[in-house]
């Protein structure tokens, strides 16, 4: 241990030394004030991981706070004033520095109260963890540790400063944030904390949906949100976050066994993250496939069906699953975009699977990727993932079935340039051609030269207008 603390310190003072830390340190310094490095930075050194937020805490006042940084910089906002915060941009580094400060809720309204403070161990004390009540006095070099957290970090523990009931009752958020940093840092929760998790669920609702939802949305971008999302089921959150994932765990019997469609959304969750970095397709974890992954099959608890001979049916759980899909991320308040793209990869997560009976036309291949649109490589990773049987043929044919529609879907686009499907002519030749003005002519005729192209690939103007004239005709007689 005495090891991996000095090999910490030797992090923690190579990161004091760099920009923007510091010049921050001697500026306040200089200016009579105290400031510290707090929370995630100090956490990550003892982690052995890089710090990706450089976090201070302060005894200045917020407005004390503006002016020593307007004397390093021009680029400062105010925008978390109200709760001490001020943030800068410091040689190219953001920066957040917030006054030593003590929050909490009054059980009846969804804003924290805040009430600054001049000490920097109330305000460690007032944190959600052991682990991130850690802080770094600047310039000084000396490491602040009211509440244990260095040996709950060489643990692998998550525990509160306080009790549980005292720091979930001050921000029930952190309840979620407790099963984050689980997932996030592969840490267990005490026993008193997961009890708490348990028994004050539901103290969330004064948490407002945008909170919720950006924690969720932390969570499902943690290398490995799986064990999170079973936290979040097993201590009964997650039927205040989203009940529709609890409700997979459809009900076996002796006589109709089927799969526990929770299980595999989880399998799925997690094969599509392994897809998702082994074909670099993303810069970064992508929220829409992950949330896509886990929602995929939320339709199918509403379209159960129990048929003759005992078999388990499910029609239609795509279409269903994406109305139920919307509302619940509608009710998160998740942006339109997400939400659209989302339910598009719902509704389309089967589409692939009648590939395997029979041999689709170049026209159901273009029709595929036109659906698909720019969610074409999410879906992909969708499809693939969503093979979860343990039957090794049927799992190897699955698989070579789509890389073999994808290896269609690339010839044909090398040779339609089939990312961006269009008719052969465009709107100001159709109305030349049939002259007509723009109106509901223009737009059918557009459509019937879009199925066109879908069936017959490319045609080429000659014989595009001369199909076109035909429809026209043959319209007008009608």
């Known amino acids: 241990m005495q090891r991996t603390v000095h ?17 921050l340190a001697a500026a306040f310094s200089k200016a009579g004030f105290e400031l510290a490095l707090v929370g995630g930075p100090v956490r990550d050194a003892f982690l052995g991981r890089d710090a990706k937020d450089l976090d201070f805490t302060t005894n200045a006042t917020p407005d004390e706070i503006l002016a020593v940084l307007k004397t390093l910089t021009k680029s400062t906002w105010d925008i978390g004033r109200d709760f001490g915060t001020i943030g800068a941009v410091i040689d190219g580094e953001q920066v957040e520095i917030t006054t030593y400060r003590s929050d909490s ?22 944190r959600d963890f052991t682990v991130n009540a850690l802080a770094l006095r600047l310039p000084e070099l000396v490491l602040v540790d009211p509440s244990g957290g260095v040996e709950d970090l060489l643990a692998g523990i998550l525990r509160t400063p306080s009790t549980p009931a005292i720091s979930f009752g001050d921000d029930p958020l952190r309840m979620l944030r407790a099963i984050r940093f689980s997932a996030q840092l592969g840490f267990e929760l005490d026993a008193e904390t997961l009890d708490a998790l348990a028994t004050m669920g539901g103290s969330l609702s004064i948490i407002s949906a945008e909170r919720i939802r950006d924690e969720f949305s932390k969570l499902l971008l943690t290398p490995t949100p799986r064990r999170g999302v079973e936290l979040l089921v097993e201590t009964g959150l997650a039927e205040l976050v989203m009940p529709e994932i609890p409700a997979l765990r459809l009900e076996r019997d002796e006589h109709h066994h089927h799969k526990d469609v929770y299980q595999h959304s989880l399998t799925v969750l997690d094969q599509a993250i392994e897809l998702e970095e082994s074909r670099g397709s993303f810069e970064a974890p992508d929220l829409v496939l992950r949330l896509a992954a886990l929602m995929h099959d939320i339709g199918k608890p509403a379209t159960r069906r129990l048929e003759p001979g005992g078999v388990v049916t499910f029609y239609h759980h795509d279409v269903v699953g994406s109305k139920i899909a919307k509302k619940r991320l509608r009710e998160l308040r998740f942006d339109n975009d997400t939400i659209g793209d989302v339910v598009r990869l719902i509704e389309l997560h089967l589409r692939f699977f009648g590939y395997t009976e029979g041999a689709w036309t170049d026209s159901a291949v273009r029709r595929y990727v036109r659906d698909a649109g720019p969610l074409l490589e999410r879906l992909h990773i969708l499809t693939r993932a969503d093979v979860t049987t ?23 686009a090398e ?19 049939l002259g007509i003005r723009p109106g509901r002519d223009v737009g059918q005729a557009y459509r019937f030269l879009l199925e066109m192209r879908l069936d017959d690939g490319p045609l080429g103007e000659e014989e595009a207008t001369r199909r076109l004239l035909e429809w026209w005709v043959a319209r007008q007689a009608s």
């Open 7 to 23: 090999d910490s310190m030797v992090r923690l003072r190579a990161l004091s030394e760099s920009s923007p830390v510091a010049p």
């Open 105 to 126: 809720y009054d059980q009846q309204t969804r804003k924290p109260i805040v009430a600054f403070g001049d000490s920097l161990e109330v305000d460690l004390s007032r």
């Open 390 to 412: 343990r039957n090794t043929r049927k799992s190897h044919m699955l698989s070579f079935a789509y890389d073999d529609l994808e290896t269609r879907i690339a010839e044909l």
């Open 415 to 433: 040779l339609e340039e089939m990312q961006a499907v269009r008719p052969d002519l465009d709107g100001e030749q159709i109305m030349a051609i």
